[in-house]
């Protein structure tokens, strides 16, 4: 329902403008559990006009879909932007699609006043609103049997702000996509997916999601069909959602991806702008320009994108690039702990005096920077773990291993906070190492104390932070992107390690003053 207290249109308003004011009264009114359930997030005008001015789009027709539209702010700012500046463009055809119904009530408000206001810049524009499911309504597109160049594709430009959540393994969309998708998957790539499928050849792609696309082994099948039917022109970063969607108050970092639909060629060699900004209201506050395959490994299994948004960013790739090894090489792996917490509730233990056989539970708290802490209180967080037939599973040997972080604090300085854990404590044969940590160790064999000392030092560095900023956009930090990260050869690895474990608990300027000199960076 409307509200009734819906102000009239100013003189001279944009079509954008009272968009956007119509969908702050809309999110005045829903509550913020039902916007974070439909993963609604609004796009401000500044934004908007961002998106639309990078349409490169100039005919006489031009089709444009909106698949996750809400009030039609980004509608409204692109078929503005076609009036404004395209010289070809006669007539303009729109079909939006939304599951909230209000919002597409508020959207028919908004697109009856962008009619009127092409009518004067002489443009015809029809539009379609869909309250229906965007993904159930174009099925097909996700057919294993139809390829991404369908018989009916008629799109010129798709624009969106999809929504953003995660999809249960059972829902019929993730079931359609199957082929594309890993696990519980996002719902904003199927959205990408679908919208990609529907474009005409060379038509274009202005979306605006999370940047947890690029990396990670849960979007890998994304990455890999994605990265075939779009060529990637642009991608803007902000440095942090909330000062973009104060609105909605959402803390996530995120990217404008625009993008050409590949058409037949297939060859990966074509340069990609990468741009940034703070805020919305400065939109490029700097940029580079890449070869696509120095942003994108197409050799290898995880094709993952590499967006360097500063020159230590870009120079720190160039090191990267010179390093083929990576732990793997030196029959080193990375796994996460296996005690997921509230599942073994019942066996975690404050002290061992509660039981007389427990055995050490190592938690994200008790790794520092090549410390580690044991015991170390913290309320919540019992130290031991009973050692029975139902933990025994989950317990690993007590051996030598390099303790990784598996995620980050919001105001931890660095994403990768590692230590070295020697097996000194005493009388335990097992350990318990909770979900949250991640584990670096030689299957089969045994890492050597300057192995430990040399990979906690170069994963605390300033140097593998900055590389691993570079593709990793969130607070996770997994074992996959760990096993991938390219190193030096195990003997600098070595002399790294025999040089911090003399220090030992060093600071953050030894580990980059050691790393530098040792690799001569």
Known sequence: MISPSIRNIEIGESPTKYADYLGSVHASSVASEQKKANGQFFTTPEIAHFM?????????????????????????????????????????????????????????????????????????????????????????????NISFFRKDEYFDIAISNPPYFKLNKADSRVQLAKQYVYGQPNIYSLFLLV?????????????????????????????????????????????????????????????????????????????????????????????????????????????????????????????????KNTLQRFNIRVSTGPVVAYRNSNHILATDTETKCAVPLIWLHNISKMTFKWPLQKQGKGQYISRNTESQPFLVPNCDYVLLRRFSAKDDKSRLIASPYLSDLNGFDLLGLENHVNYIYRPKGKLLPEEIFGISGLLNSTLFDTYFRTFNGNTQVSSTEINNLPFPDIDTICEIGSTLRTLGSATQKQIDDTVSNIIRV
């Open 52 to 144: 639309a001015s990078n349409c490169g789009i100039d005919k006489e027709l031009i089709r444009i879909l909106d698949p996750g539209c809400g009030t039609g702010v980004l509608t409204c700012a692109l078929v503005e932007h076609l009036c404004l500046h395209n010289k070809a463009t006669r007539e303009i055809r729109a079909v939006l699609y939304d599951i909230d119904n209000q919002a597409l009530e508020y959207a028919s408000r908004s697109m009856e006043y962008l009619k009127e206001w092409c009518q004067k810049a002489k443009i015809l524009l029809s539009y379609e609103l869909k309250n229906s499911d965007f993904i159930i309504d174009n099925a097909d597109a996700l057919s294993p």
């Open 195 to 323: 919208s990609a499928s529907l474009l005409n050849s060379k038509g274009e792609l202005i979306f605006i999601t999370p940047r947890s696309f690029t990396a990670g082994p849960y979007f890998k099948r994304f990455r890999d069909y994605f990265f075939q039917f779009v060529k990637l022109k642009q991608i803007h970063l902000f440095e942090s959602r909330d000062k973009n969607f104060n609105r909605d108050k959402i803390l996530q970092e995120n990217i404008i991806m625009f993008g050409m639909k590949n058409g037949v060629d297939k060859r990966h060699d074509y340069q990609v702008k990468i741009s940034f900004s703070d805020h919305s209201n400065d939109a490029v506050g700097g940029h580079f320009s890449f070869n696509i395959n120095k942003l994108v490994d197409f050799e290898s299994e995880d094709k993952i994108l590499h967006l360097p948004v500063s020159q230590a960013q870009v120079n720190t790739m160039t090191v990267f690039d010179r390093w």
